[in-house]
């Protein structure tokens, strides 16, 4: 029992080291987080509904790990080759890519949740 406890702790290690490293040396994560906090202060401002803000914490959530696997990608690409090789360029960009279309559709989503909220809140301001 003590020593599933102690392997469970470690992976919990692990994950919050390789967030924390992911911090430190990935600039598209750190873009992320403050379009997260800027998202989430608007979301508080313009008081989604509940439903709302599970999605949009769904879509953070998301895209950040996306970021964090496509980091994963290209470090294993880079451990196994240095040299260019087509297929190496090939799994980073699809990692890329896979990261791109989620970023597309939270923004596409986001645009229509709280773009939504703005205009509602815009048309109100103008009608008092």
Same mark, same amino acid.
């Given at each position: 029992?003590?020593?599933? *406890?102690?392997?469970?702790?470690n992976?919990f290690? *692990?994950?919050?080291e390789?967030?924390?490293? &992911?911090? %430190?040396?990935?600039k598209?994560i750190?873009i992320?987080?403050?379009?997260a906090?800027?998202?989430?202060?608007?979301? !508080? *401002?313009?008081?989604?509904?509940? !439903?709302? !803000? #599970?999605?949009?914490?769904?879509?953070?959530?998301?895209?950040? #790990?996306?970021?964090?696997?496509?980091?994963?990608?290209?470090? &294993?690409?880079?451990?196994?080759?240095?040299?260019?090789?087509?297929l190496? %360029?090939?799994?980073k960009?699809l &990692?890329?890519?896979a990261?791109?279309? *989620?970023?597309i559709v939270?923004v596409?989503?986001? =645009?229509?949740? =709280?773009?939504q909220k703005? !205009?509602?809140?815009?048309?109100?301001?103008?009608?008092?």
């Amino acid at each position: 029992m003590r020593r599933e *406890f102690t392997r469970l702790k470690n992976s919990f290690r *692990f994950a919050i080291e390789g967030v924390i490293h &992911a911090y %430190k040396t990935e600039k598209n994560i750190r873009i992320h987080t403050v379009v997260a906090v800027l998202t989430l202060a608007l979301a !508080w *401002f313009l008081d989604l509904e509940r !439903w709302e !803000w #599970s999605l949009i914490i769904m879509l953070i959530g998301g895209m950040l #790990s996306l970021e964090l696997l496509n980091s994963a990608i290209e470090r &294993a690409v880079n451990l196994v080759t240095n040299e260019y090789h087509p297929l190496a %360029k090939q799994a980073k960009d699809l &990692a890329a890519g896979a990261v791109f279309v *989620f970023a597309i559709v939270s923004v596409l989503i986001g =645009i229509i949740i =709280i773009g939504q909220k703005i !205009w509602i809140n815009i048309l109100n301001f103008l009608t008092i």
